[in-house]
């Protein structure tokens, strides 16, 4: 099955996305072509970033995913293929795919110089063409050779001891609730049956299943579906009420 996801921060209401489209669709006309979103907030990378790592893996291994973020911007250095948990990612190399796991991918192509173009709308005119053969059966290193300057941004990761976990929020979704950076095997490694979570004004010293296990207005705390806990208010916007939003610290202290 020839199956792109098509993510950037195009919107929905200029002529990007389905010019985009149309220049996959013709070269392939039985492509699959799946909006992972186009809502990004302009030019946030780690925004980005984040929508991608939560959601690639549930695709088909060899999905070739199409990521339009900043091809034009000054971070960019070129455009490349990469490999990684045998999904293929079509993009610039401005930092962004270094963040979708924690380890490096397997395979990186520098795409070629016959294969760029001067244009204006990298997007359409480089990348979409370089997807779409993918997909349809082509190699990422038919279309350029080893990449030796694969750039990298430095995710905001979680500082842990046996007396405390201070980590961050890294996404205030559209309910308002807060997504944080603490991954759950680190709570559970650290957790000797005792704590409390910091956040804002106020405190908590239970876990939740879920944001509808407390009252309306009252504050909550689960480790979602990512294994990262989320905190916020039911019903509320967490973000507004509690005055916290992205790179707001969180903290888990312990108590023996």
């Known amino acids: 099955m020839a199956l792109v996801t098509f993510l950037s921060d195009f919107g929905d209401k200029d002529y990007y996305v389905p010019a985009v489209k149309a220049k996959m669709l013709a070269i392939n006309p039985q492509l699959n072509i799946i909006d992972i979103s186009h809502n990004i907030e302009t030019f946030d990378l780690a925004h980005a970033a984040f929508i991608l790592r939560a959601t ?3 695709f088909p291994k060899g999905t070739v995913h199409l990521v339009a973020m900043n091809t034009t911007g000054n971070m960019t250095q070129g455009y490349i293929g990469v490999k990684l948990e045998e999904h293929i990612f079509i993009g610039p ?3 962004i795919l270094s963040l979708l796991a924690d380890q490096d991918p397997g395979i990186l192509v520098q795409f070629a110089d016959i294969h760029l173009k001067d244009t204006s709308f990298p997007a359409k005119d480089i990348l979409a063409p370089i997807a779409a053969k993918v997909a349809s059966g082509a ?10 300057n694969f750039r990298k941004l430095m ?3 979680p500082k842990a001891t046996r007396e405390q976990i201070i ?4 996404r205030v979704d559209r309910y308002g609730n807060l997504i944080t950076n603490i991954r759950k095997e680190v709570f559970d490694q650290l957790n ?3 704590f409390s ?5 106020e405190s908590l010293d239970r876990l939740n299943s879920g944001c509808d296990q407390v009252e309306p207005g009252d504050c909550f705390a689960y480790f979602n579906s990512l294994g990262l806990l989320e905190i916020g208010i039911n019903h509320g916007h967490g973000g507004n009420l509690l005055g916290l939003k992205f790179e707001s610290v969180v903290y888990i202290n312990f108590n023996p």
């Open 139 to 148: 190699a990422i290193h038919d279309f350029g050779g080893p990449l030796t």
């Open 197 to 201: 979570i910091e956040f804002g004004r």
């Open 93 to 95: 190399n401005n930092g």
């Open 167 to 170: 980590g961050h929020v890294m």
């Open 155 to 157: 995710p905001r990761n």
């Open 192 to 194: 000797p049956g005792r």
């Open 56 to 58: 690639f893996r549930d």
